[in-house]
């Protein structure tokens, strides 16, 4: 059975950092691009950052662009993503995707793995 369980998300005030972690298992994601998209209450999900199989190669959503880092470790088949100076707008359950090709992308409809997602809630 091929999983990606996110772990990391809690309550935290604003101006802290979280770091999200994503784990894979059933499969080797390797040789995949990755992703990290988030959905707000009331909101529909959105991306957040992805990258290329090998890390080479960094997108985000113009939101988070300064505060956020996505990373991976191939192998461990963890996807990381770094989250600094948060803010109450970033309060979503945070998902992790793994895409069908290597390259990054910011469409949902290039992911065909998904997360279960991990509840991040920022205090102001």
């Known amino acids: 059975q091929v999983q990606l369980v996110e772990s990391g998300g809690g309550l935290v005030q604003a101006g802290d950092s979280l770091r999200l972690s994503c784990v894979g298992s059933g499969r080797n994601f390797s040789n995949n691009g990755m992703g990290w998209f988030r959905q707000a209450p009331g909101k529909e999900r959105e991306f957040v950052a992805s990258i290329s199989w090998k890390g080479g190669s960094t997108r985000y959503a113009n939101p988070v662009k300064g505060r956020f880092t996505i990373s991976r470790d191939n192998a461990n088949n963890t996807l990381i993503l770094q989250m600094k100076t948060l803010n109450p707008e970033d309060t979503a359950v945070y998902y992790c995707?793994?895409?069908?090709?290597?390259?990054?992308?910011?469409?949902?409809?290039?992911?065909?793995?998904w997360g279960q997602g991990t509840q991040v809630t920022v205090s102001s």
């Open positions: 995707a793994a895409a069908r090709g290597a390259l990054t992308q910011v469409t949902e409809t290039f992911y065909n793995y």
